[in-house]
Nanobody, 125 residues
Framework: QVQLVESGGGLVQAGGSLRLSCAAAGLSFSSYAMGWFRQAPGKEREFVTTITRIGDATYYADSVKGRFTISRDNAKNRLYLQMNSLKPEDTAVYYC??????????????????WGQGTQVTVSS
């Protein structure tokens, strides 16, 4: 079955950087668009960014545009999220997901079919 395992979360000060990684198994990785989503305490899970199968197009939420960069390595079955200039409002559990209905929009628009277990990112002020 499809397995997505995130890593790289942690505690960082505002203005700092983190790089998240997602290891994928049980699927033909290069055949799937991939995405990152997040859920802050007391809030609904939300779209962060997605990338096409071969990485030729990326999409970002306005709140992270210019600070976050999604990338993938199809040879390694890996998805990445480079997060720079982190803010306290970026604090959330970050999820890797695939099986996307659309590449951009609300969670109900994108509607991922498969999810990882999430990794916690905490940004202190």
């Amino acid at each position: 079955q499809v397995q997505l395992v995130e890593s790289g979360g942690g505690l960082v000060q505002a203005g700092g950087s983190l790089r998240l990684s997602c290891a994928a198994a049980g699927l033909s990785f290069s055949s799937y668009a991939m995405g990152w989503f997040r859920q802050a305490p007391g809030k609904e899970r939300e779209f962060v960014t997605t990338i096409t199968r071969i990485g030729d197009a990326t999409y970002y939420a306005d709140s992270v545009k210019g600070r976050f960069t999604i990338s993938r390595d199809n040879a390694k079955n890996r998805l990445y999220l480079q997060m720079n200039s982190l803010k306290p409002e970026d604090t959330a559990v970050y999820y890797c997901a695939t099986g996307l209905l659309k590449m951009y929009g609300t969670l109900s628009d994108v509607l991922p079919q498969y999810w990882g277990q999430g990794t916690q990112v905490t940004v202190s002020s």
